[in-house]
């Protein structure tokens, strides 16, 4: 099985940035894609971007792109979300999750990391 653990979140002004971190531990190998989503209050949980777990292959939902960055290191074992540029309507609890060969979906979750951005 794979654990996911997300850190990172914080309160932050607009313009500003922040790092989050997703550490996987477990039995990685089954895992084909990590993925960042965010819940924001009062609404549905949205796709924000994701990163193959084997090669460098991304993609990013459009109210991100420009401004958000998904990387992976792989000695680490973590996946990390470079946010730039934040917006109020960035303020989310986000979630890492995994999707796996098995399933192909995203059925692993971290606990969440909250951001709050302010104007």
């Known amino acids: 099985q794979v654990q996911l653990v997300e850190s990172g979140g914080r309160s932050v002004q607009a313009g500003g940035s922040l790092r989050l971190s997703c550490a996987a531990s477990?039995?990685?190998?089954?895992?084909?894609?990590m993925g960042w989503f965010r819940q924001p209050p009062g609404k549905e949980r949205q796709f924000v971007a994701d990163?193959?777990?084997?090669?460098?292959?991304?993609y990013y939902a459009d109210s991100v792109k420009g401004r958000f960055i998904i990387s992976r290191d792989d000695a680490k074992n973590t996946v990390y979300l470079q946010m730039n540029s934040l917006k109020p309507e960035d303020t989310a609890v986000y979630l890492c999750?995994?999707?796996?060969?098995?399933?192909?979906?995203?059925?692993?979750w971290g606990q969440g990391t909250q951001v709050t951005v302010s104007s």
């Open positions: 999750a995994a999707r796996r060969l098995a399933v192909n979906e995203y059925d692993i």
């Open positions: 477990g039995s990685t190998s089954s895992v084909l894609t």
């Open positions: 990163i193959s777990w084997r090669s460098e292959a991304t």
